[in-house]
Nanobody
Framework: QVELKESGGLPVQAGGSLRLACDTS????????MGWFRQAAGAEREGVAV???????YYDDSVKGRFTISKDNNRITLYLQMDSLKPEDTAMYYC???????????????????WGQGTQVTVSS
């Protein structure tokens, strides 16, 4: 059973920053995509930022210019740097990975097969 492990979620004030990390060391292959998703209370899970194995990144429009996805050189840890946080960023944030092969929609959660348990980000105004 592959387990991804997120960390870094905290309460923070609007305008502040957080960096989330995801331990992907249990993935013994290179996923086509790894990404961050979030789910607010009562809402559907949505894609926030993803990075392909070739380094190409995709962002949801709501976070462009504020969030940055990256991975370390060993591709073991996935990061999400979140700046200029807003109350509407409040959600449970999940790390996820696809299989090896190309997918159709990088920001769609149904394309991802491995997930972490999530880390809570709460932004107060």
């Amino acid at each position: 059973q592959v387990e991804l492990k997120e960390s870094g979620g905290l309460p923070v004030q609007a305008g502040g920053s957080l960096r989330l990390a995801c331990d992907t060391s249990q993935l013994h292959y290179t996923p086509y995509c790894m990404g961050w998703f979030r789910q607010a209370a009562g809402a559907e899970r949505e894609g926030v930022a993803v990075i392909k194995s070739d380094g190409t990144t995709y962002y949801d429009d709501s976070v462009k210019g504020r969030f940055t996805i990256s991975k370390d050189n060993n591709r073991i840890t996935l990061y999400l740097q979140m700046d200029s946080l807003k109350p509407e960023d409040t959600a449970m944030y999940y790390c996820a990975a696809t299989g090896r092969h190309e997918i159709g929609e990088e920001l769609h959660y149904e394309e991802y097969i491995y997930w972490g348990q999530g880390t809570q980000v709460t932004v107060s105004s």
